[in-house]
């Protein structure tokens, strides 16, 4: 979808931490995102979303250049990728 000059995508984070795009009917462990940069990436670059575009659907956003990825989650959007033992 785009918006101005702006390209939006939807995700969703289930109760387990996986990324989804939203639109997937059939949100299981086979079609979620597992690209490593891609998801240090999109969660780095998450933050509240501000604006008042899909603010009550999609609380969070993840700019990226011209794209908005907007987020929805069952809880928090905290995932944690490594632990360390210190």
Do not use: A
Not at 25 to 50: A, D, G, H, P
Not at 74 to 82: L, M
């Amino acid at each position: 979808q785009e918006h101005g000059r702006h390209r939006e995508y939807f995700y969703y984070i289930d109760h387990n931490g996986f990324l989804f795009l939203d639109d997937v009917k059939i949100k299981n462990f086979t079609n979620r995102f597992r690209e490593t940069q891609f998801l240090s990436f999109f969660f780095r670059m998450l933050r509240r979303n501000e604006s008042d575009r899909h603010r009550d659907t999609f609380p969070y956003v993840s700019h990226c250049g011209i794209e908005r990825n907007y987020l929805r989650c069952d809880h928090v959007p905290i995932v944690f990728q490594h632990l360390r033992d210190e």
